[in-house]
T-cell receptor
Framework: DVKVTQSSRYLVKRTGEKVFLECVQDMDHENMFWYRQDPGLGLRLIYFSYDVKMKEKGDIPEGYSVSREKKERFSLILESASTNQTSMYLC?????????????FGPGTRLLVL | DAKTTQPTSMDCAEGRAANLPCNHSTISGNEYVYWYRQIHSQGPQYIIHGLKNNETNEMASLIITEDRKSSTLILPHATLRDTAVYYCIVRVAISGNQFYFGTGTSLTVIP
């Protein structure tokens, strides 16, 4: 079974703090993704990565950055947390293949910024 | 990616089959139909996907109409643990292409 793990289930931070969210997958997947999920808005893609040291912006990258130094690990960084970044953050990974690609999600990190 | 329409909520008696419909009338030929579910406070869980043929796995069956404009996810014997929000997603199968989750169908399995 594919396993995607996230470093924390719940996190409370203060406005202005730098926040690191870690995601690790154990299936040697090339693609990794960071989404945020908010009520009524569904999942929105923040950043994704096709390979080590590669990153691509998603729909809502502002206020976030990412790091992928190793294939299995994809980090989301909030440089200066703000209250509007309070959300559920979901990491996903997928195997690079031509058709029928399936994304597997981690359990999520619920972040509260005070 | 094509838009999907799902009922907001459904109930199903425990032990009965749960049939969750999805309309995707603007689907194009290279778009797959995916189903995920999300149990409260957890990450989305992959269920099944298909292109045009019906598919079955250990979790569910996916029935896609011949014109591909709609599909139905079938949970053959619903249990209380199947209570979740179910998302139907239509997506071009390009590697790395993101998944657009809408609001889904909230399924409640009743004892």
């Amino acid at each position: 079974d594919v396993k995607v793990t996230q470093s924390s289930r719940y996190l409370v931070k203060r406005t202005g703090e730098k926040v690191f969210l870690e995601c690790v997958q154990d299936m040697d997947h090339e693609n990794m993704f960071w989404y945020r999920q908010d009520p009524g808005l569904g999942l929105r893609l923040i950043y994704f990565s096709y390979d080590v040291k590669m990153k691509e912006k998603g729909d809502i990258p502002e206020g976030y950055s990412v790091s992928r130094e190793k294939k299995e690990r994809f980090s989301l960084i909030l440089e200066s947390a703000s209250t509007n970044q309070t959300s559920m953050y979901l990491c996903a990974s997928s195997l690079l293949r031509g058709v029928g690609e399936t994304q597997y999600f981690g359990p999520g990190t619920r972040l509260l910024v005070l | 990616d094509a838009k999907t329409t799902q009922p907001t909520s459904m109930d199903c008696a425990e032990g009965r089959a749960a049939n969750l419909p999805c309309n995707h009338s603007t689907i194009s030929g290279n778009e797959y139909v995916y189903w995920y579910r999300q149990i409260h406070s957890q990450g989305p869980q992959y269920i099944i996907h298909g292109l045009k043929n019906n598919e079955t796995n250990e979790m569910a069956s996916l029935i896609i109409t011949e014109d591909r404009k709609s599909s139905t996810l079938i949970l053959p014997h619903a249990t209380l643990r199947d209570t979740a929000v179910y998302y139907c997603i239509v997506r071009v199968a390009i590697s790395g292409n993101q998944f657009y989750f809408g609001t889904g169908t909230s399924l409640t399995v009743i004892p």
